[in-house]
């Protein structure tokens, strides 16, 4: 599958934060943000806090760099509201003029054979290039560098339904933990850190996706999967790279954001203040609370909302 490219027009400046206890609260402006390995049908899915993020920014673009929905561990039985919320507010953006890009990972292959479905403002592709004032960005998920992905699928199968307990046990180990007063963990991220083999697997990906980019001209290259938000400047047999990964919204609840003025930057939920205060009773819409009507008027609403752009 060739590679899609999209020139970007970038606009003025952005508009500065605001009150951050101001109703309604300013977006924050950005050219691109990219959001990747969501994984929409788990239950370590952060949907409310995504949504949160989401309806904070103004995207120009939005990157949604694989694993957004987890077919490989769907189930009909675990579709939370939440997760609704934001497929409808993914589809409201585009209804209303902002490019999304959906570009396809390991846990969501089944979409792969549609790429290059163009619906509206939505795109569907496995990998992107944006045309930055900063330089040629490359943009794809990176399950392609992983051999368990390439050779023994049964394995890396197993291995998501693993993670997904595990994250569900590490839900109800932090809920006691915040009974108790004490502060959450991660018992997947040190789980990680603690297995050298795991460390240099993060290490070798990051090489692997620099010299690729390198040898085709790129000046950035952008990934998810891995879970390991970064931004970093690599060398390369052909010039340096500067590495990204937008991270994930199980444990680090990250985004790569993009302007003019200040290039790549890492946005964390946890770090980000107006994230920390109560939500705003007044920002839950109409579209929003059609999450909890039945699947035939969901999907009516969905279809309608695409019509706008098609």
């Not at 994984?39 to 409310?48: E, I, P, V, W």
């Not at 368990?148 to 699928?153: A, L, V, W």
């Not at 915040?178 to 850190?193: F, I, Q």
């Not at 085709?216 to 990204?244: D, S, W």
Request: glycine share 8%.
């Amino acid at each position: 599958m060739s590679t899609a490219a999209s020139p970007l027009l970038v606009p003025g400046a952005p508009a500065g934060p605001g009150d951050a206890r101001a109703r309604p609260r300013r977006k924050r402006r950005v050219h691109v943000a990219v959001i990747s390995d969501v994984h929409l049908g788990t239950y370590g899915c952060h949907a409310t806090e995504l949504l949160r993020y989401l309806k904070s920014i103004r995207p120009q673009v939005l990157v949604l760099n694989g694993d957004i929905v987890d077919i490989w561990q769907f189930s009909k039985n675990y579709w939370p509201p939440a997760h609704m919320r934001v497929v409808r507010y993914l589809a409201g953006l585009a209804a209303k003029g902002t490019a999304i890009h959906y570009l396809t990972g390991n846990h969501d292959e089944l979409l792969r054979k549609f790429a290059g479905l163009r619906l509206g403002q939505f795109r569907l592709d496995n990998k992107l290039v944006l045309d930055l004032p900063h330089g040629r960005t490359w943009l794809f998920h990176g399950d392609v560098f992983d051999l368990t992905m390439r050779h023994s699928r049964w394995l890396a199968r197993l291995g998501g339904h693993g993670y997904d307990l595990l994250i569900l046990l590490n839900r109800f180990v932090n809920y006691g933990l915040a009974r108790l007063g004490r502060p959450r963990v991660a018992l997947s991220k040190r789980v990680k850190e603690r297995v050298k083999t795991a460390v240099a697997a993060v290490s070798n990906f990051e090489a692997t996706a620099a010299e690729i980019a390198a040898d085709n001209g790129y000046r950035y290259v952008a990934c998810g999967h891995i879970h390991q938000p970064e931004i970093k400047a690599l060398p390369t047999h052909n010039g340096e790279v500067v590495y990204l990964n937008s991270g994930d919204w199980v444990e680090n609840l990250t985004a790569l954001e993009y302007t003019s003025e200040a290039g790549w930057q890492l946005y964390y939920f946890n770090d980000d203040p107006r994230m920390q205060l109560a939500p705003d009773p007044e920002a839950t819409d109409a579209a929003e609370e059609l999450a909890d009507a039945n699947p035939a008027q969901l999907l009516e609403g969905l279809l309608a909302e695409f019509k706008l752009k098609a």
